[in-house]
């Protein structure tokens, strides 16, 4: 079993910054590929970007290249997504995943989620 718990969320400008976190428990964080997905009440879970285990190979969505990273610590055993430029159609609650194997970009493969932290975009 593999818990998973979201950080960093709020209230941003457009063109801002933010940062979320993702802890993770369990001792084999680095066989696990992670990802973060987004949901926008009414819609699909959207993903956004994933990174793999140990090589920490990144995938990202095409409307975030070039503005998110995503990163992981697996010391510490957790994740980041480095959020900038930031726009309000960003607005939506980001969910952590965790999948054991590769890195995949379909929600319904990840087996573990977070409770989700909400990220607002707005003037």
């Known amino acids: 079993q593999v818990q998973l718990v979201e950080s960093g969320g709020g209230l941003v400008q457009p063109g801002g910054s933010l940062r979320l976190s993702c802890a993770a428990s369990g001792r084999t964080f680095s066989g696990y590929a992670m990802g973060w997905f987004r949901q926008v009440p009414g819609q699909e879970r959207d993903f956004v970007a994933a990174i793999s285990g140990n090589r920490g190979y990144t995938f990202y969505a095409d409307s975030v290249k070039g503005r998110f990273t995503i990163s992981r610590d697996n010391a510490e055993n957790t994740v980041y997504l480095q959020m900038n430029s930031l726009k309000p159609e960003d607005t939506a609650v980001y969910y952590c995943?965790?999948?054991?194997?590769?890195?995949?970009?379909?929600?319904?493969?990840?087996?573990?989620w977070g409770q989700g932290t909400q990220v607002t975009v707005s003037s």
């Open positions: 995943a965790a999948r054991r194997g590769g890195v995949i970009t379909a929600a319904l493969e990840y087996d573990y």
